[in-house]
């Protein structure tokens, strides 16, 4: 069977521009549009490939900066790579960041419908779970109001369970089980091992090394946008943690 | 067979899908802008009046215009450029204004600017009953030519998203577009044949109001509503291949322009 995800050679570059770039067109009247250009170029991701099976669950792991984040932006179609090319085969589910997507000015289920739309349902399918998803992020009394009187874990959690309940081919998690307490987390980590029982695939970033120890089936190990390992989760998270402390013993 | 079955349903809900991110999108937008007035969608009916009544005050009464119909002609040129201005102004923050949604997986990022477009076409149709109501008042009949009025309306909606593209990725760069906007739509309004005729402008500009697609656009609104006549058929012809190719090229432009958003919004 063909994998979910497949990464080959991917490659995102990022511009680093002058300091004095002129941000409005009043400025780039007076400095001129020779500051326009960027300077230089550089590797936010660089070479990196591997892929993800149906039912398998692969964490990231890295330091800050090192290109986690990108990555899954890049796989939920956010972007493209400059090199190299991605391949999704099925429905998106994703939280990368914090507060979803969501706008602090609508409510908690206005943008809860929205969500479910942008991972690939209807308005009426989305209906049709609205109330499995509010029990699941345990926010039934604050639904109507709007987001920004939310908790960042209150809209962690709703973010959390539309993305889980909307049957995706693959779940993109970016650093989100860290706000949700001991027990959220628990219950979150519990439905992942549901909906990847029934073949969903899951890409987890996670600066918590049990977790990914724990819940993921492989791991890979980014630094500085280069994949600097790949395989088992327990392998990985060690040889990670080795190279960290190494790093930091200096 | 059941895997041509297969694939129509797929064809199916992926069409239900997309309309109802559409039109989620554009509720969204349209919720936004009146979250918190308490007049909500009233303000933005009672701005074309208001500016009627203005240019009618100026026009109709002090410098005495002689077109026939004045009011009605000159309401007819207010919403048609209205839609086209709110538009392309509001174009600025379709991808600026929409951050956690251009860094959000699952967004198509090419539909914001028709979410800012079809929103102002909400309100748009919202003001038609109003135009109607001023024909039928001064004794304008309406005739089978207003049935060209959806054809007009989906030109119209082509010929701004050519303006909206641009608009929107020149003001990921470049964050004050919209005062310099300002000043060009409002000199494109009064160059614009609104609240007077082409025929009365001096026969040296004459050549700018044949290039102006919003000249024929005005015009072909005109034509089916007022004159109950099909809009003339060379400046239609002209205007159609306008629109679509400012349209084709501002979305070639946008969507090069969009696989760096995420880095720059």
Redesign the interface.
């Given at each position: 069977m063909d994998p979910i995800v497949t990464v080959s050679n991917v490659g995102k570059s990022y511009r680093r521009y002058h300091p004095d770039r002129p941000g409005t067109i009043q400025e780039a009247v007076a400095k001129g549009l020779r500051r326009m250009r960027h300077l230089e170029r550089f590797w936010g991701l660089r070479d990196i490939s591997f892929t993800v099976p149906a039912g398998r669950t692969v964490g990231i792991v890295g330091a800050n900066g090192s290109g986690k984040s990108t990555l899954l932006r890049l796989i939920g179609g956010v972007g493209r790579p400059d090199t190299g090319h991605i391949d999704v085969h099925g429905r998106i589910g994703a939280l990368l960041d914090l507060s979803a997507g969501f706008h602090p000015e609508l409510t908690g289920r206005e943008n809860a419908i929205l969500a479910g739309i942008l991972n690939g349902l209807t308005r009426k399918q989305v209906l049709e779970r609205m109330d499995e998803i509010v029990a699941f992020a345990e926010v039934e009394d604050a639904l109507d109001n709007p987001i920004r009187t939310f908790s960042s874990g209150m809209q962690m959690r709703l973010g959390f369970a539309v993305a889980v309940h909307t049957q995706p081919d693959i779940l993109l998690i970016d650093e989100a089980l860290s706000v949700g307490d001991i027990s959220f987390q628990k219950k979150c980590l519990d439905r992942m091992q549901q909906i990847k029982a029934s073949g969903c695939a899951i890409l987890l970033v996670s600066h918590e090394s049990s977790t990914v120890e724990d819940f993921c089936d492989d791991a890979i190990w980014l630094n500085a946008g280069r994949l600097i390992a790949q395989g088992s989760a327990t392998d990985i998270v060690r040889q990670y943690q080795a190279g960290m402390a190494g790093a930091s013993g200096h | 067979m059941p895997a041509l079955a297969a694939r129509r349903d797929t064809r199916i809900?992926e069409w239900?899908?997309t309309r109802?991110?559409l039109?989620?999108?554009i509720a969204?937008d349209i919720?936004?802008r009146y979250?918190g007035s308490m007049l909500g969608i009233l303000w933005t009916l009672l701005n074309p009046l208001a500016e009627l009544l203005v240019l009618y005050f100026v026009f109709g009464t002090v410098l005495q215009v002689t077109i026939p119909n004045f009011p009605a002609y000159l309401f007819t040129g207010l919403l048609v450029y209205g839609w086209f201005q709110t538009s392309v102004n509001f174009a600025t923050g379709a991808v600026v204004a929409n951050r956690?949604?251009?860094?959000?997986?699952?967004?198509p990022v090419l539909i914001l600017p028709i979410v800012t477009v079809a929103s102002n076409l909400v309100h748009f149709v919202l003001s038609l009953p109003i135009l109607i109501g001023l024909l039928l008042i001064s004794h304008v009949p309406l005739t089978s030519a207003a049935l060209l009025l959806p054809g007009l309306i989906a030109i119209e909606f082509v010929l701004i998203l050519g303006f909206a593209y641009p608009v929107a990725v020149v003001n990921v760069?470049?964050?004050?577009?919209q005062?310099?906007l300002r000043i060009a739509l409002q000199l494109l309004f009064y160059m614009t044949p609104i609240f007077y005729k082409t025929s009365t402008v001096p026969q040296n500009l004459q050549w700018w109001y044949r290039i102006n697609p919003l000249t024929h656009l005005v015009d072909a609104y005109r034509a089916v509503l007022m004159r109950g006549e099909l809009p003339e058929a060379g400046g239609l012809t002209y205007l159609i291949v306008v629109s679509i190719a400012l349209c084709l090229i501002g979305l070639a432009w946008y969507r090069r322009a969009s696989?760096?958003?995420?880095?720059e919004v």
């Open positions: - | 809900f239900a899908q109802d991110l039109r989620e999108l969204r919720k936004l979250r956690e949604l251009v860094r959000r997986p699952g967004v760069w470049f964050r004050d577009t005062h310099v696989y760096r958003f995420a880095d």
